[in-house]
Nanobody
Framework: QVQLVESGGGLVQPGESLNLSCVASGNILNIHVIGWYRQVAGKQRDLVASSNLGGSLTLADSVKGRFTISRDDAKNTAVLHMNSLKPEDTAVYYC?????????????????????WGQGTQVTVSS
């Protein structure tokens, strides 16, 4: 069973920095894409940043120059580095990953490709 666990959310003042961590656990073969989405109550969940196996990064226009994402494939982790935070960055942040995993059974090893979500972590930017 693959799980994504996020940490690092909290309350910060405008202009401050915060790092969000996502750790994937389970029988993981590859994490093809890992990234962060955010959602404000009553609105859709939007992509903030993502990183693929090839090293390409995708950043939402609203966070370019302020946020970046890093990943450590040896540890199955990704970190969202958020700088110069603004009140409009307030949201619940969700880790998302496209993962190839496996399960051993009496009939052999089964390989799965699925998309997983973390439970979400609240980030509040307010003075």
């Amino acid at each position: 069973q693959v799980q994504l666990v996020e940490s690092g959310g909290g309350l910060v003042q405008p202009g401050e920095s915060l790092n969000l961590s996502c750790v994937a656990s389970g029988n993981i073969l590859n994490i093809h894409v890992i990234g962060w989405y955010r959602q404000v109550a009553g609105k859709q969940r939007d992509l903030v940043a993502s990183s693929n196996l090839g090293g390409s990064l995708t950043l939402a226009d609203s966070v370019k120059g302020r946020f970046t994402i890093s990943r450590d494939d040896a540890k199955n982790t990704a970190v969202l580095h958020m700088n110069s935070l603004k009140p409009e960055d307030t949201a619940v942040y969700y880790c998302n990953a496209e993962i190839t995993s496996y399960r051993d059974s009496e009939k052999g090893t089964h390989v799965y490709d699925n998309t997983y979500w973390g439970q979400g972590t609240q980030v509040t930017v307010s003075s």
